[in-house]
């Protein structure tokens, strides 16, 4: 099941530039959330909105700042990146947060690399 | 402290030979495991999902079965499109999924 878009595919960005990941789902889903992929890593989550209202964030730096402002979309803005922030930023949505096997999908990905 | 093991790390196979993915875990309350396929470069597709111990799932050439303590990802006859990294989610009661590293299926004709 397809329905979960980003953007951009992939990002440069220097270590002092703002930038913003975008992603919108397509599928009617009230949960969405961010990931982070690094090599060698289990995903972590990042941030979790339900009805817009985040219920979780993961002891993200503040370099990180998740907005969403409806149910169908959800930011990442990004500034004062690290080296180590270079990986697979993954937007996912679900029918809700919690209940009973709440399956989450995933969109395609952001890569983003910092220099 | 919930945690989600998958084994192998890395599996090389023969097209035809059939085998299986491992992923245990430790969880309360387990609400739903999950099976994900991910190809480079692209973000997790969904597979399957079990509920409960004893409970089996088939697409094409894969099947996930459960117990109480671990999940198996059997692969038959793969063919080398089905090379990829498996990932293994849980859901326990009041969390968000938690993944395991994932195995990387290497299938060659």
């Known amino acids: 099941e397809t329905g979960v878009t980003q953007t951009p595919r992939h990002l440069v960005m220097g270590m002092t530039n703002k930038k913003s990941l975008k992603c919108e789902q397509h599928?009617?889903?009230?949960?969405m959330y961010w990931y982070k992929q690094s090599a060698k890593k289990p995903l972590e989550l990042m941030f979790v909105?339900?009805?817009?209202?985040?219920?979780e964030n993961n002891s993200v730096p503040s370099r990180f700042s998740p907005e969403c402002p409806n149910s169908s979309h959800l930011f990442l803005h990004l500034h004062t990146l690290q080296p180590e922030d270079s990986a697979l930023y993954l937007c996912?949505?679900?029918?809700?947060?919690?209940?009973?096997?709440?399956?989450?999908?995933f969109g395609e990905g952001s890569w983003l690399t910092v220099v | 402290e919930d945690q989600v093991t998958q084994s192998p790390e890395a599996l090389r196979l023969q097209e035809g030979e059939s085998s299986s993915l491992n992923c245990s875990y430790t969880?309360?309350?387990?609400?739903?495991l999950f099976w994900y396929r991910q190809d480079p470069g692209k973000g997790p597709e969904f597979l399957f999902t079990l509920y409960s111990a004893g409970e089996e799932k088939e697409k094409e050439r894969l099947k996930a079965t459960l117990t109480k303590k671990e999940s198996f990802l059997h692969i038959t006859a793969p063919k080398p499109e089905d090379s990829a990294t498996y990932l293994c989610?849980?859901?326990?009661?009041?969390?968000?999924?938690?993944f395991g590293k994932g195995t990387t299926l290497s299938v060659s004709s």
């Open positions: 989610a849980v859901q326990a009661e009041g969390t968000a999924l938690i």
């Open positions: 599928l009617g889903h009230n949960a």
């Open positions: 909105y339900n009805f817009k209202e985040q219920t």
């Open positions: 996912a949505s679900s029918r809700a947060y919690e209940g009973l096997g709440n399956t989450i999908y």
């Open positions: 969880v309360s309350g387990l609400r739903g």
